[in-house]
């Protein structure tokens, strides 16, 4: 399974404020970061490093040329100054692979934003919107090869509001034509001022929503016209966009060379230096002077005649000084001719044709055989070959290119070596089981299977019935008593009753005897006897009660099991378990064994599908499991973000059996996903062996379904519920047992755990009104999907299905390594009055966030379930829009006299109350929810019953209710 990409964003140094963003290429490897450095009294500067194999330290620039060691870190040559201490000569180190911000994460996607800078990239994705930028600001586009990762995509452009930035985007657009699928240029956004840009428009409080529209509306409009630009986009001359990046770092060209533009050389250099370089207009820059110690850029640099760069120091700083500071010739201010493209480069890609000819000589083959064999071979030929974007220049050009999935040659071949791997290990684990295998057993069962038979074909011909199934269920018992094979789980039955009846096969499969399981009927089969013969009920009915007086008391393991919060052991199938342990560094490591081991024995009807661990694959990045979300328009804090936060850790404490969970909610109107997003989670967790399901009117089929599943999901949930539903359903989210028939021998009543967490799509969440449901729910709220980005469900479970064991082992390492870190938040979030008994099971699972992240986004769950799971009641929509309109009254009086108040002065029509005592009671129930909203509710017990209760409900000084905040769509792209 190819490894999926991590998200990079930028991480922010506290102490010193510096921002670093990391440059990493499809393959995860990183490439070069920019360290972002705030300036005192406002600005930034930008640097760039990386690191080279066989080069200690931090190299500083990202250029081929001379570099000096300055004693732990390496500086360019040429911007040494003269009391600089160095350590031995200058060293020529290659250049960078330049590539795009956070490829890997949207490399898959059609839609792309580009902007100018990693901060307002970052900005984006914390909408889950795709973006990038590159290194080195507005003018450093052209040249190193970005195109091609755009190629076939709808790559919106957003400039900075100033002429360099609109000009860069110009010149991005130019280079995309025929590249990309679309290109929009979308206009500044004016309202921000001089140099605007993304970040500042979020800033002003704009939403994800209305970014959406303003997507939408731009597409609606067409794709940029190059020879129709509008008024406010033609300050950008067209430059030449045919160049691309060499495998050394130099410019090559399609066709004759282009000349180096010495302004660009210049203002390269002067970044390279760590000079802070602010734009003037078109072609003109101030930036600090690297001759002289220069706090405030006094350094003018612009084209000047015959395109050739000026430089001009306020300070008097000589032009000869300047460019030697900068490690430049005085003649570098003026054009010259790159160098031609080395003859190494070309015996490499000689190389790389030879090594790659095998997957040429496919000519369109598709078959996945074939494909492996061109590229083993090609990998023999090739082995040194590193460079991906030489090899995927090639490829290119090979028929079968789209066969191995546009991915590099390496990325294919790891794919196919851990699918070797996987299956090395399988057979050899299967021989191992084998060998471990009794070979008496073996016989044993052959002889009993054939005493049996001979047994049941008497029966068949009429002889003494009763007596000889007698005899031949006495064998089977026998046999498996003989061998130990009876066991009674007393762990998950409450009160009196013995237990439930289980028999172990020879692969250490305890199966269940009071269920037709597929697995006990095969065993019963290797035994002799047939499920369609009279006898089967009859030798089912021996071997339960058998099992019941004479089998050994155990506790069986279902699904997951803790055993501390160092160690879960997980099923996989029904014969083996992995077994997850942290080890020394806290790293997870996991194996897979045999079930039983360690004295863990997971039950055949509480096991999950066969998986096993692999790379690990965050869900964040699996679009099947990213809804389309947005925020409720009472609670707008509730972000999409975090009900993302709050799905991922609710399925993982479901997956490794942290129990007891809320009750998952899909909220919406119909086509918003409920539903896929539902299936999505059952196929993860049960693979295709589970789907959502109906209602059923029977509390009895609820039972079974709610103690035999580690994960029950019910569709469509619109209707009025069964008058039992709402209990069982709060009795589900907290922990409790339900009475359920299970034996066949005397139809006993058993009290079954409930084990399984409950999800549930409705469009209105009627069976939700009660309060008690409302404080165990965990709501999803789907927006409108966007047509465009709405995929084929089967596609969709093909995406879980292929990456499910790789799911499944990140989410065994966040529990892992969460467990102890939600103990220690435990007075943290008693402190910040979030109810534990609850919502521990999220609080133990705070990861890759801070434990204030995942208290605001407890907090802000709370105030969704009381605002927002059902509609507003009529009483509570008055009384909101009645302090909307008089913020600074007091409504003070009986129920009758509120009731009226609200009637004459809103527009929101009350229902019959029928009494004051119904008003009083609705009253008291609804002021923990008006106490969101900022509204406050007293009364006043009646001193004798001539005499109602007195309310007072008053708006708090400084706060609003909630019937005026604007929605915020947190729709995810």
Known sequence: ???????TPGKVDRQSGKTTYTYVDLDGIERFQVIRTPLDGGGKTFTQRRRIEGVEGWVYGLKAEPYVNMGGWWRRAGSVKPNDEVEGDPVDLPAVERVLYRW????????????????????????????????????????FGYEEAL?????????????????????????????ALKVYLHRPFDECGPKGDVSDWIALGHTVGEFRALVKATEASGSVDLEKLPEWAQVAKPKDTTGSLDLDGRQKAVGKPRAVDPLERVLDALRAHGSRVDSRGIDDYMAQCPAHDDTNPSLRVKRGENGKASVECYASCTVEAIMSALGLKVSDLYADEPEPRSSSSSAKISGLEEALAPLKALDGNSSDDAVRSAIEKALSIGATLKSAVERDEVLQGCDSFNVVGKRTLNSRMKELRGRHEREQRRKAEEERLRKATDLSDVTSMEILAARVNELLNTVERGTKERELKAQASGLVVNYFLQNDRFLVDSDPVEGPDPGIPYVVNDDQVALPLMDRDQGLRVLLNESGVNASEPAYRWIMADMEAAALKLGRKVRLARWAKWVDDTTLYVSCGRSRLVVARVVQGGRVEMSIEPNGTDGVLFAADASYPAWEPCEAVDPYDVQALRPFLESPAEVPAFTAEQQQLLMVMWAVATFTNIRHVPVLLSLGDSDGGKTTLLRMLVRLIHANTADVSTMSRDERDWGVSVSMKALHALDNMDEAAPDWFPDLLATAATGGSIEIRKLYSNNERLMMPITAAVAISSRTARFAERPDIQSRLLPLFFG???????????????????NRSGILTWMVEVALSARPKGRALMPEMRSKGVDTGRFDAYVELV????????????ANLKRAQRLAVTDPDELLQSILEYFDAFPERIIRGGASAVIKELQDNTEVPLPNYKGGKRIARKLREMRPTLDIAGIHIEWEAPRDRSNGTTFELRLRKGEQSSMKLDEDDGQAF
């Open 1 to 7: 399974m190819a490894k999926q990409p991590k998200r």
């Open 104 to 143: 890997p994460e949207w490399a898959d996607s059609d839609f792309v934003c580009l902007v100018e800078g990693e901060k307002d990239a970052d900005a984006l994705w914390s909408w889950l919107v795709p973006a990038t930028t590159c290194a080195q600001g507005a003018a450093s586009w052209v040249g």
């Open 151 to 179: 190629r076939g995509k709808r790559v919106h452009l957003f400039p900075d509001n100033d002429a360099p930035g609109i000009g860069h985007m110009v010149e991005v657009a130019r280079s995309l034509q025929g590249i």
């Open 784 to 802: 409108e999907m966007d047509p465009s980005l709405r995929r084929n469900v089967n596609d969709l479970e093909a995406e879980v299905s292929a």
């Open 847 to 858: 990861v890759g966030t801070d434990s204030e992240q995942g208290i605001d986004a407890l």
